[in-house]
C-alpha cells in the first residue's frame, strides 16, 4: 500500500508545492484510467504519475527517480520508468500502465485531441469533458 503523505514528502525534495499541485491532478486521472485499464497496476500508475515530471529537469533527476522506485521493490522500474521518460512525447502505447500514465498528463494538460490518447477510459474522460 502506498503512503501518499511519504511519497509527496520525497517529491517535494526536487519540486515545489506548485508543481506537486499539478502533479497530483496527473495522479488523480491517472489513478482514475487505471482503475478501469489495469487495476492490478495501480500502484506502478501511482508511482510513474508522481514521478512524471521529475525527469524534465536534469539528467540527476534519474539517479532520484531510481533510487526513489527502490523504495518500492514490487514494482515494476523498468515499465515506470519508461513511462516517465516518454510521457511528454504524444506516443500512443498499447500497455495498459504506461497508457494510464500518459492519458492522464494529456488529460491534466487539458488535452483535446483524441487521435493521441492511449486509453478507452482516457478518452471517456476527454469526451465528458469537453461536453461540460
Known sequence: MINFDEVENKILKVTDKDQLKKIREVVNYSMTIAKAECPNKIEEV???SYLHNVLKNSNLNIDFATKFLLSFPNLDHQK?????KYHKEERITKDPMIGSVWDGYLLAQENNEIDIMSTA???EI???NQTC
Open 80 to 84: 515506470i520508468l519508461h513511462a516517465i
Open 121 to 123: 477510459k482516457g478518452i
Open 126 to 128: 476527454l469526451l465528458s
Open 46 to 48: 501511482t508511482i510513474a
